[in-house]
C-alpha cells in the first residue's frame, strides 16, 4: 500500500522558534510537494522538488524552506514561526507524468504559532 | 494564469439526494482535471480524473465531464450516503510544462441520515 507519512500530526510552536516538518514516501516517486491549506483559500504551493536535491519555488515561498537529502524524504523548514504560519501542512508526492500525475497526499500537519 | 473555481459551501443533503459541485477553470493549453476528497482527519486522496476533451471520469459513484467549451469539470453522484460527507477539490494540471497541480477553494459537503 502506498504510503507518504508526515513526521508530526500536531504541533505547537513559539514565535521564532525554528520549526521542522518532515515527510517520507515509499512510493519511489520522483516529485515531492509542499502544500499549505487555509479555510477558504483550499491548497497553495509552497515548494516543489522533482529529484534529490533539487527544489523550486511555488506560490507562496516567502518564510519556508526545504530541503531534499534523499529522495524518500522532503523537509520543510520555517526558519523563525510567525502566527500567520498557522496552518495545516500537506505533503505530497507523485511521478513525474507530464500532465497527468495524480498526487498522494500525508495525513497533513497541523501547525499553531503562539 | 491558471486558476480553478469551485462552489462555496458548506452544501448540506439528505440522504439520497442528487449532489453537483460546480468546478470551472482557467488554463493555457490543455490541462487534465482532477477531484480529489479529503475525509475528516485525513489527507487528501484523488477521487476521478480526465485527462482530455469530453473525457467521463467515474469512481465511487461520482462522475464528472471534462468540458472543454464550458471550462467546466462539475462534480455528480446521483444518491448521497452519509459517508460521502467530506471536503471535495477540484484541481488541474497543465499538459504541457511544469508539476504544479492548481486548487480550487474546496466544497465542504454534509450528509444528514
Known amino acids: 500500500d502506498v504510503k507518504v507519512t508526515q513526521s508530526s500530526r500536531y504541533l505547537v510552536k513559539r514565535t521564532g522558534e525554528k520549526v521542522f516538518l518532515e515527510c517520507v514516501q515509499d512510493?519511489?516517486?520522483?516529485?515531492m510537494f509542499w502544500y499549505r491549506q487555509d479555510p477558504g483559500l483550499g491548497l497553495r504551493l509552497i515548494y516543489f522538488?522533482?529529484?534529490?536535491?533539487?527544489?523550486e519555488k511555488g506560490d507562496i515561498p516567502e518564510g519556508y524552506s526545504v530541503s531534499r537529502e534523499k529522495k524518500e524524504r522532503f523537509s520543510l523548514i520555517l526558519e523563525s514561526a510567525s502566527t500567520n504560519q498557522t496552518s495545516m501542512y500537506l505533503c505530497?508526492?507523485?511521478?513525474?507524468?507530464?500532465?497527468?500525475?495524480?498526487?498522494?497526499f500525508g495525513e497533513g500537519s497541523r501547525l499553531t504559532v503562539l | 494564469g491558471n486558476s480553478v473555481t469551485q462552489m462555496e459551501g458548506p452544501v448540506t443533503l439528505s440522504e439520497e439526494a442528487f449532489l453537483t459541485i460546480n468546478c470551472t477553470y482557467t488554463a493555457t493549453g490543455y490541462p487534465s482535471l482532477f477531484w480529489y476528497v479529503q475525509y475528516p482527519g485525513e489527507g487528501l486522496q484523488l477521487l476521478l480524473k480526465a485527462t482530455k476533451a469530453d473525457d467521463k471520469g467515474s469512481n465511487k459513484g461520482f462522475e464528472a465531464t471534462y468540458r472543454k467549451e464550458t471550462t467546466s469539470f462539475h462534480l455528480e453522484k446521483g444518491s448521497v450516503q452519509v459517508s460521502d460527507s467530506a471536503v471535495y477539490f477540484c484541481?488541474?494540471?497543465?499538459?504541457?510544462?511544469?508539476?504544479?497541480?492548481?486548487f480550487g477553494a474546496g466544497t465542504r459537503l454534509f450528509v444528514k441520515a
Open positions: 484541481a488541474l494540471i497543465r499538459n504541457t510544462g511544469g508539476f504544479k497541480t492548481i
Open positions: 512510493m519511489d516517486h520522483e516529485n
Open positions: 505530497a508526492s507523485s511521478l513525474p507524468e507530464r500532465g497527468t500525475g495524480e498526487l498522494f
Open positions: 522538488s522533482y529529484d534529490v536535491k533539487m527544489k
